[in-house]
Nanobody, 124 residues
């Protein structure tokens, strides 16, 4: 079965950087759309970024406006891993970050598989 396992979360100060990782198994990783979502306390889960196959060896990245220019999503197909590099972190980035696979739209219901989440806490 498909499994997604996130890691890399932690506690850091505003302005810092963090890289999240998500190792996928049970799917043909190189052709799967991969995404990152987040859920802050008391809020709904929201789209952060997606990395979609656009042709042989070509991928396309999209971002939520709130993270554009600060976050970068990329993958290593040899390791079945997708990353989320987060720079210039703000307290409002505090959330549980979830890896997702098999979707495209920025809506939660469009994605088939989910990881268990990793906590990111940014202090001011």
């Amino acid at each position: 079965q498909v499994q997604l396992v996130e890691s890399g979360g932690g506690l850091l100060q505003a302005g810092g950087s963090l890289r999240l990782s998500c190792i996928a198994s049970g799917l043909t990783f190189s052709s799967y759309a991969m995404g990152w979502f987040r859920q802050a306390p008391g809020k709904e889960r929201e789209f952060v970024a997606r990395h979609t196959w656009a042709g042989t060896g070509i991928y396309h990245a999209d971002y939520a406006d709130s993270v554009k220019g600060r976050f970068a999503i990329y993958r290593d197909n040899a390791k079945n891993t997708v990353y989320l590099q987060m720079n210039s972190l703000k307290p409002e980035d505090t959330a549980v970050y979830y890896c997702a696979a098999g979707g495209y739209q920025q809506t939660i219901s469009d994605w088939n598989y989910w990881g268990q989440g990793t906590q990111v806490t940014v202090s001011s």
